[in-house]
């Protein structure tokens, strides 16, 4: 994951920056250290630079970002960025064109950080400095040449470190960008197979979460086969973040997508195996059912935190049976909802956006440009989940979105 800590001079930069490197176990780049003297020499005179002056600058540290992509490494940069054409040369493409094949995955571009404070507070900040060569004369300069970027995590720099750390923490989502499906399944299988094995070593157990659509049948086939003997099945417990209200023999139900490309294929104890009850004669009372299944199993709480839950989104950026303008958007309390969707088949069980988003881990699969303008309105850090819900799965550690070339189009800065 890349991070670009922006503001102008007092914000913070070189505070934060360095807290989020260590909490991430990544390296952390001043982007400071890289002025030529000249510029240094310009700026410690009270003069400003200008936008010759920061080119070959900006080179500079896109060339260290740029290397961390290719290399698949985490970095976190503190660089002003103080206008938009600066933010597009630090990201200029290298994210998403990277050589894609089955092991290079890229970074779905950066994670930007906004350090935002009032002038007083930044003058104040540059009056206390003594070494720095950004002299407090130099605020305005900066204030003035500052754009306000369009999608960045936006952090009230007067909070304190450790509050603005927890902050951006929440904040900031994984996006790696691979060549095609096949490669989102192996990737997305190797790092279940992580996960599952985590779990059950720290608890026993592990409860996965499934979803439908076409996207997870690779990942389920490979868990099934090329990693069966990797995961012990019988500690497994299996899910659904959401099912059509169909018979489980139904060509359109989850649960039977699920059997045919994994259960049949592995030794998960039938017990474990906890389909949506879509047997019952009302959907209201299969939701409740299984509302109940879930409050057993994860001992209550504020909803089930699986240990890994695959998601995916829909054209319209609908994820499990969470669908724009739904009521289920808006749902807070219930953890299991019955749904009438615009989609094929209509009566649906879904889990709410708070209960898919209680998950430990969190795999988002995305493929096909037809879902390019879907991811890029779901990542969106200002989305309205009413109108995307995906936009409405938590941030933050542990989610991690897999998304291949053609779906990744849209993130082009
Ligand atoms: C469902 C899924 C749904 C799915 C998306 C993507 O029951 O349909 O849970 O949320 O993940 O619609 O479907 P595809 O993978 O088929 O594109």
């Known amino acids: 994951m890349i991070v670009v800590v922006i503001g102008v001079a007092g914000s ?9 490197a260590r909490a991430m176990s990544c390296e952390f780049l001043e982007g400071d ?33 740029a290397d961390a992509d290719k290399r698949g490494v985490s970095l976190v940069v503190a660089c002003s960025a103080l206008k938009q054409s600066y933010r597009e040369i630090l990201s200029s493409g290298v ?4 050589p894609h094949d089955a092991d290079y995955a890229s970074w779905g571009g950066i994670n930007w950080v906004y350090l935002k ?9 540059l009056q206390e400095r003594t070494t720095h060569f950004m002299k407090a004369g130099m605020l305005d300069s900066q204030l003035d040449a500052f754009e306000e970027p369009s999608n960045a995590i936006v952090i009230d720099a007067a909070a304190p470190p450790d509050a603005i750390l927890e902050r951006i923490l929440g904040l900031l989502v994984e ?25 059950v070593a720290a608890r026993g157990r592990c409860s996965l979460a499934l979803s439908g659509g076409d996207t997870p049948r690779g990942l389920h086939r490979l868990l099934g086969s090329q990693h069966r003997e990797h995961i012990p099945w019988e500690r497994v417990h299996i899910f659904w973040g959401d099912e059509r209200y169909v018979p489980a023999d139904h060509p359109e139900s989850n649960y039977r997508m699920a059997r045919e490309t994994l259960l049949f294929h592995v030794p998960c104890p039938p017990e474990n195996i906890h389909a949506m009850p879509t047997h019952l004669s009302a959907a209201a009372e299969a939701a409740a059912t299984y509302d109940k299944v879930l409050k057993e199993f994860f001992g209550g709480g504020d909803g089930p935190a699986f240990d890994l839950n695959v998601l995916g989104i ?5 994820t499990a049976s969470v669908f724009p303008w739904s009521p289920a958007v808006d749902e807070r309390a219930r953890w299991v909802m019955n749904v009438q969707a615009k989609a094929a088949i209509a009566t649906r069980l879904t889990l709410t956006l708070p209960a898919l988003s209680r998950s430990v881990n969190i795999q988002v699969l995305v493929a096909g440009p037809r879902k390019a303008s879907a991811v890029r309105d779901a990542l969106a850090i200002d989305a309205n989940p009413r109108r995307y819900p995906a936009s409405g799965i938590r941030r933050g550690r542990g989610v991690v979105w897999w998304v291949d070339s053609a779906a990744a189009e849209g993130l082009v800065d």
């Open 12 to 20: 913070g930069k070189s505070t934060i920056g360095p807290m989020l």
């Open 33 to 65: 250290s890289l002025h030529p003297p000249a510029n240094i020499e310009k700026m410690s005179r009270g003069t400003p630079l200008d936008d010759d002056d920061r080119g070959p600058w900006l080179s500079a540290i896109h060339s260290i970002i």
């Open 95 to 98: 994210f998403i064109r990277g």
């Open 117 to 125: 404070a009032s002038k007083e507070i930044l003058r104040r900040r």
């Open 175 to 199: 996006v790696r960008v691979v060549a095609d499906l096949d490669a989102i399944s192996a990737q997305a299988a190797s790092a279940a197979v992580d996960i599952i094995n985590g779990a």
């Open 314 to 318: 829909g054209e319209d950026a609908h």
